[in-house]
């Protein structure tokens, strides 16, 4: 996957992200990043140079463009909201519920997350998502990769209803997929988390 990142203050104009207004500016800057990337690809939303961002912001530049991104307008493209402070999280966070939406955070290293500097990456996630599918999605997140068939073994229910809910995770563009032929013949889909796909693009441009 191809990985490029966005600082939301280069995006925006400004440090200080508040107003409709600002979060217009931030939106249309922001989906022609998104329109750019090669697919399959993503975007990692840098807020570490940003210093107040309100709900309005929020809702016009971030929760718009993770709307159109989970209705498929930017076909197999990802976001990820990097070094969001928790006052930050809070906004973004109402944005995407009043949308019924969620999108993937992570803290990168050297940044500050109650007083203490990151190391590694952090990964969460924020907004809301169905009680099935966050577990799911926590599944995801630990293991790096799940099938379906996996899943269904691990949760003891059907495999159609295993593929349907990971079906509705990258839909949500909250995880990406990739095929992988089987030993018996024919191919099955492997879902990837969002951090595992990260990371291993980093690793093929060192």
Same mark, same amino acid.
């Given at each position: !996957?191809?990985?490029?990142?966005?600082?939301?203050?280069?995006?925006?104009?400004?440090? +200080?992200?508040?107003?409709? @207004?600002?979060?217009?500016?931030?939106?249309?800057? &922001?989906?022609?990043?998104?329109?750019?990337?090669?697919?399959?690809?993503?975007?990692?939303? +840098?807020?570490?140079?940003?210093?107040?961002?309100?709900?309005?912001?929020? +809702?016009?530049?971030?929760?718009?463009?993770?709307?159109?991104?989970?209705?498929?307008?930017?076909?197999?493209?990802? &976001? =990820?909201?990097?070094?969001?402070?928790?006052?930050?999280?809070?906004?973004?966070?109402?944005?995407?519920?009043?949308?019924?939406?969620?999108?993937?955070?992570?803290?990168?290293?050297?940044?500050? @997350?109650?007083?203490?500097?990151?190391?590694?990456?952090?990964?969460?996630?924020?907004?809301?998502?169905?009680?099935? &599918?966050?577990?799911?999605?926590? !599944? =995801?997140?630990? +293991?790096?990769?799940?099938? @379906?068939?996996?899943? @269904?073994?691990?949760?003891? =229910?059907?495999?159609?209803?295993?593929?349907?809910?990971? =079906?509705?995770?990258?839909?949500?563009? &909250?995880?990406?997929?990739?095929?992988?032929?089987?030993?018996?013949?024919?191919?099955?889909?492997?879902?990837?988390?969002?951090?595992?796909?990260?990371?291993?693009?980093?690793?093929?441009?060192?």
């Amino acid at each position: !996957m191809d990985w490029r990142t966005c600082d939301v203050r280069t995006l925006a104009g400004t440090g +200080d992200c508040v107003t409709r @207004a600002t979060g217009a500016i931030l939106r249309d800057a &922001l989906e022609r990043a998104l329109e750019e990337i090669p697919e399959p690809g993503g975007i990692l939303c +840098d807020f570490v140079r940003v210093g107040v961002l309100d709900f309005s912001c929020a +809702d016009e530049g971030i929760a718009r463009p993770v709307s159109r991104l989970a209705s498929g307008e930017y076909g197999e493209r990802h &976001l =990820i909201l990097a070094n969001a402070t928790p006052t930050h999280l809070e906004n973004l966070a109402v944005a995407l519920e009043r949308k019924v939406l969620a999108c993937p955070t992570v803290l990168l290293p050297g940044a500050i @997350a109650v007083g203490v500097r990151v190391k590694k990456p952090v990964w969460g996630m924020t907004g809301v998502l169905h009680p099935s &599918l966050a577990e799911v999605y926590e !599944m =995801i997140q630990k +293991d790096g990769t799940l099938t @379906a068939k996996t899943l @269904a073994g691990r949760l003891g =229910i059907e495999l159609n209803t295993a593929s349907t809910r990971l =079906i509705n995770l990258h839909k949500r563009r &909250l995880i990406a997929r990739d095929e992988s032929a089987l030993k018996e013949g024919g191919r099955e889909f492997v879902y990837v988390s969002l951090a595992r796909a990260w990371a291993e693009t980093l690793t093929q441009q060192v």
